[in-house]
């Protein structure tokens, strides 16, 4: 069965120390997988969107690595800030018939203690 | 980056009542717009996809008839749940994409409780 998963529901870091959160999925060939940022109460917030035949991408102090062989993406925010604590949210798109179809993961909650 | 809107953002209802829940682009023309539905400390899950001037596509599970969608426009979808009953309170997001483009930009949400 297809199945996307972050690897902890909650992370804990010390402020200035580099975030790195794991999305792992299974039984998907995604055309892209996105990253979103959603605050309590809120709708997710658009961070990185990375390619099949994409290996990295940054965007200040955010990355975004993506591995199809291993099935799975990394994102990792350095010099992290409190600012920075909410839940982040992997979801992927298949495209096709799927064309714009976003399955999410379950969300990491980091919180970045000062 | 865009923005899109969603009214109102929070809404109580009696069992039994319809609610309407609006979705606009506003500053880029839409010409696809989805309707999640989250519950608390769960994932956002895909209800629909609206596609402007045609009818919604439904995921599997989620009753057409229930929930009712409506694409108007370039800038605006509509999510009518119908005779809301308390299982149905939620908190219901939309996103818009513009066409031809990859990023899909997600409204704040609205929250529904059904009394």
């Known amino acids: 069965s297809q199945k996307i998963e972050q690897n902890s529901e909650a992370l804990n870091i010390q402020e200035g120390k580099t975030a790195t959160l794991t999305c792992n999925y299974t039984?998907?060939?995604?055309?892209?997988l996105q990253w979103y940022r959603q605050d309590p109460g809120r709708g997710p917030v658009f961070l990185l969107l990375?390619?099949?035949?994409?290996k990295e991408k940054r965007k200040e102090r955010l990355k975004v690595t993506f591995d199809t062989t291993l099935k799975q993406s990394l994102f990792h925010i350095t010099a992290s800030q409190p600012a920075d604590s909410a839940t982040y949210l992997c979801?992927?798109?298949?495209?096709?018939?799927?064309?714009?179809?976003?399955?999410f993961g379950q969300g990491t909650i980091l919180t970045v203690h000062p | 980056g865009a923005v899109v809107s969603q009214h109102p953002s929070r809404v109580i209802c009696k069992s039994g009542t319809s609610v309407k829940i609006e979705c606009r682009s506003l500053?880029?023309?839409?010409?696809?717009m989805f309707w999640y539905r989250q519950f608390p400390k769960k994932s956002l899950m895909l209800m629909a996809t609206?596609?402007?001037?045609?009818?919604?596509?439904?995921e599997q599970g989620v009753e057409k008839d229930k929930f009712l969608i409506n694409h108007a426009s370039l800038t605006l979808s509509t999510l009518t749940v119908t005779s809301a009953h308390p299982e149905d309170s939620s908190f219901y997001i939309c996103?818009?994409?513009?066409?031809?483009?990859?990023?899909?930009?997600f409204g704040p949400g609205t929250r529904l409780l059904v009394l």
């Open positions: 996103s818009a994409r513009a066409s031809g483009t990859e990023t899909q930009y």
């Open positions: 609206s596609n402007e001037g045609s009818k919604a596509t439904y």
């Open positions: 990375i390619r099949e035949n994409e």
């Open positions: 039984n998907y060939s995604p055309a892209y």
């Open positions: 500053d880029f023309q839409a010409t696809t």
């Open positions: 979801a992927l798109e298949t495209g096709g018939t799927s064309y714009g179809k976003l399955t």
